[in-house]
């Protein structure tokens, strides 16, 4: 059973920037693929950066590309989300997911139907 623990959520104001971590644990969670989702109220879930077991592979949702930024490291077991430039629009519980496979297809790796393990997720808000 692998566990995903989100912290870093918080108010902030426009422009501003937030880091989130996300701590996993559960046996080979390691060699995991990782992915932060966000959900607004109203909103589905949706997918906004992947990484690879490695590092090796980043993908990004167009809403955020250029301004996040997704890494972990792996011997501390922790998934990191750089926010920057925020705004209202980046407002929406952000959760931390993983799938037990190195990599994914493309098509797959922002769809939150292929994740099985999902963090309780931390609160983002981002207001004037």
């Known amino acids: 059973q692998v566990q995903l623990v989100e912290s870093g959520g918080g108010s902030v104001k426009i422009g501003g920037s937030l880091r989130l971590s996300c701590v996993w644990s559960?046996?080979?969670?390691?060699?995991?693929?990782m992915a932060w989702f966000r959900q607004a109220p109203g909103k589905e879930r949706e997918g906004i950066a992947y990484?690879?077991?490695?590092?090796?592979?980043?993908s990004y949702a167009d809403s955020v590309k250029g301004r996040f930024a997704i890494a972990r490291e792996d011997a501390a077991n922790t998934l990191f989300l750089q926010m920057n430039s925020l705004g209202p629009e980046d407002t929406a519980m952000y959760y931390c997911?993983?799938?037990?496979?190195?990599?994914?297809?493309?098509?797959?790796?922002?769809?939150?139907?292929?994740?099985?393990?999902w963090g309780q997720g931390t609160q983002v808000t981002v207001s004037s």
């Open positions: 559960g046996y080979g969670s390691s060699r995991y693929s």
């Open positions: 997911a993983a799938n037990p496979v190195p990599y994914m297809l493309v098509g797959d790796r922002l769809n939150p139907q292929k994740y099985n393990y």
């Open positions: 990484i690879t077991v490695g590092s090796d592979y980043r």
